[in-house]
């Protein structure tokens, strides 16, 4: 049979030898190269070929292009790489100067065809663990080669030719990505005359290495679980990081020196008790609350900005606010705030800072301007206002949406919106000159924009969205595929890596110079994460409330595909397919991804036992989406099911299979409640309200000004008047007090009193006196001017109040001097008069933050949280506890506690937090729940709950009916959708009404609103 002309056997005809042996000798020691010896042949007396001739670099960035910057000789002519351009950690590339590419591998020491095919196999074959000696086997026995890898002349121009064609054709995809697609087409056609698709392109994977996190998690005991990180801060050239958390002001100095990392220090900084964050004298939880930190270029110092929650009026004669310089010692430890080493700025108003050069510039939130003071924080006695050139171009901007300032202050950068049909951009506007210096096209908009590569680049995120800008060429460089939303972003300080925290409680890692941009490495922490940072000794720091993960990549070998299936299967995990939530309840579209993003290169396909779940790719827009739900309607009931993920790993002609199922149950839908009515009120937050018996008037402690200017809470009072609430005590902007000298910490409506209790505020003279308090109402809510009974608060400051259904116990939480806490019940009488009945003394804990304190029937016993614990003291002095994940708020009725998470899931016990008694409720939502009432409602007992922050479709109010074992079942839900969703909320005696705050963040509505739902009958 005849022989094409292009075909292998060609390679028996008058050969060009590409000596195996010589490009293998001269690289074995790099990049997983053999022990064993390379047989060498003689090739004397082959034919030698016209050599390739064009520019030769260093591929330092790894794009697969010669760059300016990057080291290079230009016509070079030969096979032997020159001395100077010899390189161990990098590959070299040789662009012909008819088009074509040649490659070599880090440590090779030889350029032509052949080395261009081994150093694709090194890079993309995962059956040859990156080893030449093994990459040159593979593809003689591919494609038939002699023993030394000869190719005719003929051949090596038609490698090189279908390289250039390929090349020309798929130009704005990655080179070495196109060579791939290329060496690939050769082996199955087995012909070097060939052309490749954009398909078989896109297909082309670097070989996965087992790539991970890993390290030693730092605890320590912390004096509140509110303390939060948020600035992570390496110490340059010093093998120390310092971190800073918010709420009380702690700082921590972490020793990486060594092979173990150790926590040098961890205490406070400047710390004061304000009213607000009021702890304990061991917190120190204040007002003045640390806003913002950064370390100094040397590594000696970190720069502090205590800001005061009130400005000036809330600093009397402290000392302890304003922007600090603060010393960190060799020994980890550091200095006090009033050590003469630390320097400080006295300022009330500090906004953002940032180290300018040999400056640093503050931002004045008060005066609007931005002063510079020398690093030791003296005044240099300049500042800075916004610019007129820099308004001016701005003026001329359309929907600026965000602004950003590099970090010398030579340019801002202005984010736009486009308009019908125009494009999102990012404007470089000179701040010297005012002139707009480079424009790029967006995908997105984006919060954050962090620079790197001394100001050349910079991170831009918000949401699923984060890509890397170059701002010399002002146009995007690389799209960052992220698996979800993240919280935060970082680069590393050697500009390799970018780092996320997501909002899955998870840290991936980008490598920036890789071939496929994608997560190499993640690691799920299972907390929140707080704060991420990346030193120069490699460490990435994951923090959150009392951990530090001190992490390091760790780079192992090239996965086979078997180990490639079986990691990518591991991968695949029910928390990524709904949203963060268990797989036992769906209400939501779920995420079923083809890929794994942070997996090794499988492909997934979904199917199921039940037709809820699409489990198919669109072909057009007219399709659901993969992962679309379908909800069993009301009275189907729940539909359970198996998810099935059919994994495949393909390479060439290798194809291997597996699959992971996952069992789900998709919750029907529930009826659905009214609609709420609503009214505006101020943009001002709210505590929790409270309404009457059947549901016709609401109190709420609504935050104002008072004299001072200082926050506080005052009375609105709503009268529900033909379905819609209408204020008629206080108004929308000013709410209804009766002292100026208290402020609201709660609030009750028991027959047609009215109940207060507020905490004391210092006016002039008066330090005013926390007490409780009626006062008498109308038929319609409005409250008389003068105060009915009221009683002292004499054992110390009124922290929380929780009411009994009936209204008729108020429990009233207080922090004692000595800090610790009790709890007083008071009994209120249907003529307003009140009387203390008896008191708890609570457990030692900390309790402040958290939400009012939670009561059983004959309040004999009180609960609350203390970090992931719920607390039950008696009266008798007995006490217990209970264990529970990521608690946000506790509730109770009839004897039956119920503790809400952050997770979206409420977990409930009898009123002795009896272990067997515990029962589960998901809501599947995701979302956070602050409020919940137990009522008695047409003879049934229900929780009614307010959910936000969940998907649109997800916020509002539910009603979850209580059954005899304590287990809940939801029934009924009414949709806030414009809305963040409900916040603070309570419902009338009769189990009738429910009245919710909320808030709307943007548009026509923007603002505070409460809403009202009355519930059906039925």
């Known amino acids: 049979m005849k022989k094409n002309k292009n075909s292998l056997s060609l390679f028996k005809k008058k050969s060009l030898s590409l000596s195996i042996a010589v490009i293998l000798a001269s690289s074995l020691s790099a990049c997983g190269g053999s022990d064993s010896e390379p047989v060498v042949i003689d090739n004397t007396g082959t034919t030698q070929p016209e050599l390739a001739s064009g520019l030769l670099c260093i591929d330092s960035n790894n794009n697969g292009k010669c760059d300016e910057g990057e080291v290079r000789q230009e016509g070079f002519s030969g096979t032997e790489i020159p001395e100077n351009m010899k390189s161990s950690d990098y590959a070299r590339l ?73 090349l020309t054709t798929h130009a704005n995809a990655h080179p070495l990505k196109v060579i791939a697609a290329v060496v690939s087409k050769f082996i199955k056609t087995k012909e070097f005359i060939i052309t490749v698709e954009v398909d078989e392109v896109n297909a082309q994977h670097i070989a996965k290495r087992d790539i991970s996190l890993r390290g030693e998690k730092l605890t320590w005991e912390q004096s509140d679980h509110d303390e939060t990180p948020d600035f992570i801060m390496p110490l340059a050239g010093r093998n120390m990081t310092a971190m800073t958390m918010h709420y009380h002001n702690g700082l921590m100095v972490i020793d990486t020196s060594g092979e173990t990392p150790v926590i040098k220090s961890n205490g406070l900084f400047a710390n004061v008790e304000g009213e607000r964050y009021a702890i304990d004298a061991t917190t120190g939880a204040s007002e003045h609350r640390l806003r913002g930190a950064t370390s100094s270029p040397d590594g000696q110092y970190v720069y502090i900005n205590i800001r005061p929650g009130n400005g000036e009026d809330s600093v009397g004669t402290s000392d302890n606010y304003g922007l600090f310089r603060v010393a960190i010692k060799d020994d980890g430890t550091f200095a006090a705030h009033d050590d003469p080493t630390t320097k400080r700025f006295v300022n009330a108003y500090v906004g953002n800072f940032e180290i300018v050069g040999d400056k640093v510039h503050v931002e004045d939130l008060d005066e609007e301007v931005t002063y510079i003071l020398n690093l030791d924080l003296t005044d240099t006695g300049e500042f800075v206002t916004a610019k007129d050139v820099v308004t001016t171009s701005l003026a001329t901007l359309i929907n600026v949406k965000e602004q950003f300032t590099s970090a010398d202050g030579m340019y801002l950068y202005a984010a736009t919106e486009g308009e019908s049909g125009s494009v999102n951009q990012l404007h470089k506007i000179n701040t010297t000159t005012g002139v707009i210096d480079g424009v790029a096209n967006l995908n997105e908009i984006f919060g954050t924009l962090k620079f790197f590569d001394n100001g050349r680049q910079a991170l831009a995120y918000d949401g699923d969205y984060a890509a890397i800008i170059d701002l010399e060429k002002m146009a995007l460089s690389t799209t960052l595929p992220l698996a979800s939303s993240v919280r935060s972003g970082e680069i590393s300080p050697d500009n390799n890596y970018a780092i996320f925290s997501s909002e899955s409680d998870a840290v991936w890692v980008f490598d920036l110079n890789a071939i496929d941009v994608n997560i190499i490495a993640s690691f799920n922490v299972g907390e929140r994460i707080r704060a991420i940072a990346a030193d120069e000794k490699g460490n990435v720091f994951i923090a959150g409330r009392g951990f530090n993960h001190v992490n390091k990549l760790n780079k192992g070998n090239v996965l086979t595909p078997a180990q490639i299936l079986a990691a990518d299967k591991a991968a695949v995990v029910e928390s990524d397919i709904n949203n963060g939530s268990s797989l036992s309840v769906v209400v939501s579209d779920l995420s079923l991804a083809a890929t794994i993003p942070a997996g090794s290169g499988s492909t997934i396909t979904w199917s199921s036992n039940v037709s809820n779940v699409n489990t198919l790719k669109p072909s057009n827009d007219e399709e659901p989406t993969l992962g679309a739900l379908t909800r069993p309607t009301n009275g189907q009931g729940d539909q359970s099911g198996v998810l099935t ?32 009515t609503s009214i505006q009120t101020a943009d001002n937050s709210a505590q929790y309200p409270a309404a009457n018996v059947d549901g016709s008037i609401m109190l709420a402690p609504v935050r104002f000004e008072n004299v001072n200017e200082e926050d506080v809470y005052g009375f609105i009072g709503i009268n529900l008047v033909d379905g819609s609430p209408v204020i008629v005590s206080g108004t929308a902007e000013t709410p209804k007090t009766y002292l100026d000298t208290e402020s609201l910490v709660g609030v009750g409506v028991h027959g047609s009193y009215g109940i207060g209790v507020s905490s004391a505020v210092e006016v002039g003279n008066d330090i005013g006196q926390a007490r409780i308090f009626t006062v008498a109402m109308d038929a319609t809510g409005v409250l008389s001017n003068a105060v009915t009974t009221a009683i002292d608060i004499t054992t110390g400051v009124p922290q929380k109040v929780g009411f009994n259904a009936e209204q008729s116990i108020a429990s009233v939480m207080i922090k004692k001097d000595d800090d610790s806490y009790l709890t007083e019940f008071y009994a209120i009488g249907d003529s307003g008069e009140i009387s203390l009945t008896h008191t708890i003394n609570l457990e030692p804990a900390e309790y402040a933050t958290y939400g009012p304190p939670a009561m059983n029937n004959d309040a004999s016993r009180v609960y609350q949280r203390d970090g992931d614990n719920v607390i039950m003291t008696a009266a008798d002095g007995a006490t217990t506890s209970a264990a529970v994940d990521e608690i946000a708020r506790v509730w109770s009725h009839d004897n039956r506690v119920f503790v809400l998470t952050y997770e979206g899931n409420i977990v409930s016990f009898n009123e002795t937090l009896d272990e067997s008694s515990r029962k589960m409720f998901y809501t599947g939502t995701g979302g956070r729940m602050y409020s919940a009432a137990g009522r008695a409602f047409n003879g049934k007992d229900y929780l009614y709950i307010a959910v936000q922050r969940a998907d649109s479709a997800l916020n509002g109010i539910y009603q979850l009916e209580i059954m005899d074992d304590g287990s809940l079942k939801e029934i009924a839900f009414s949709n806030t959708p414009d809305s963040d969703g409900g916040d603070r909320m309570t419902v009338s005696g009769d189990g009738g009404t429910v009245y919710f705050s909320y808030r709307v963040r943007s548009g026509d509505n923007k603002g505070r609103h409460f809403g009202v739902i009355e519930m059906p009958n039925q």
């Not at 020491?109 to 086997?137: C, G, H, R, W």
């Open 94 to 166: 040789l662009e012909i100067t008819d088009g074509s590419l040649y490659v070599t591998s880090p440590g090779a020491d030889e350029i032509n065809v052949y080395s261009t095919m081994i150093a694709n196999e090194i890079l993309f074959n995962p059956t040859i663990s990156a080893d030449k000696i093994q990459a040159a086997t593979y593809l003689n026995e591919q494609l038939s080669l002699a023993a030394d890898g000869s190719v005719t002349t003929e051949q090596a121009e038609q490698i090189k030719g279908s390289i250039k064609t390929a």
């Open 645 to 676: 993920a059919n994994l495949n790993f393909s390479f060439r002609d290798i194809s291997l299979d597996d699959l992971k199922t996952f069992d789900f149950s998709v919750r029907q839908i529930p009826e659905t409640l009214p609609s709420a």
